[in-house]
């Protein structure tokens, strides 16, 4: 089946602990994103990829860091977590971002104690 | 600075009843996506339009995009219940295939019989 899987779903933990949040598409997709959706702000985008070994920030990459060593991977880093970074955030991918549609996965819901 | 405006953000709708969500965004670009989100899910890409002029059309929901007036559209017609959930429209800030995505804020819909 084709997916895009986050890992984990739910995650509580305290300030200043480094995370990592996985993200794994099975469709050989060139394109992966990683965002947060947050009450009232809707989704913004924290950094995308358009191929192995090429990446770019968005629109609030402060925080996070990302590694696109494969084409199926694409992992979120947070090297110190903050409380203004809870959220639910969302990957991402697509096979050509410009003509494609975006398959999202499940989230994952994030609190920052 | 790419922006993008949804209206309304919240749409309380009778069943049978037709409706447009509108997009503005605010500097040049040719790409512009439609996503569904249904309350605690994850989101469902409706359309791509990725060019002037574009519709595209799925059921009950028709997408058009007119670019020189930055403009997206989403009809509803005859609104049935299953359509209740968020609806985003998003944005490539270039205009071409960076994939930096810019969303709105969301329309909360809300179909009642």
């Known amino acids: 089946e084709a997916q895009v899987t986050q890992n984990p779903r739910y995650l509580i933990t305290v300030t200043g602990k480094k995370l990592t949040v996985t993200c794994s598409q099975n469709?050989?997709?060139?394109?992966m994103s990683w965002y947060r959706q947050d009450p009232g702000l809707g989704l913004r985008q924290i950094y995308y990829?358009?191929?192995?070994?090429?990446?770019d920030k968005g629109d609030v990459p402060e925080g996070y860091k990302v590694s696109r060593k494969e084409k199926r991977n694409f992992p979120l880093i947070l090297e110190s977590p903050s409380p203004n970074q809870t959220s639910l955030y969302f990957c991402?991918?697509?096979?050509?971002?410009?003509?494609?549609?975006?398959?999202f996965g499940p989230g994952t819901r994030l609190t920052v104690l | 600075e790419l922006k993008v405006e949804q209206n309304p953000l919240f749409l309380s709708m009778q069943e049978g009843k037709n409706y447009t969500i509108y997009c503005n965004y605010s500097?040049?670009?040719?790409?512009l996506y439609w996503y569904r989100q249904d309350p605690g899910k994850s989101l469902e890409s409706l359309f791509v339009?990725?060019?002037?002029?574009a519709v595209k059309q799925e059921g009950r929901l028709m997408a058009s995009l007119d670019t020189k007036a930055r403009l997206s559209t989403l009809h509803i017609t005859a609104a049935v219940h299953d359509l209740s959930a968020t609806y985003f429209c998003?944005?490539?800030?270039?205009?071409?295939?960076?994939?930096?995505?810019?969303f709105g804020k969301g329309t909360k819909l809300s179909v009642k019989p």
């Open positions: 991402a991918s697509s096979f050509e971002i410009a003509t494609d549609t975006q398959y």
């Open positions: 469709m050989n997709h060139e394109y």
């Open positions: 990829s358009m191929n192995v070994e090429v990446t």
């Open positions: 500097t040049t670009s040719d790409r």
């Open positions: 339009l990725l060019s002037n002029g």
């Open positions: 998003a944005v490539d800030s270039y205009g071409g295939s960076q994939g930096n995505l810019i």
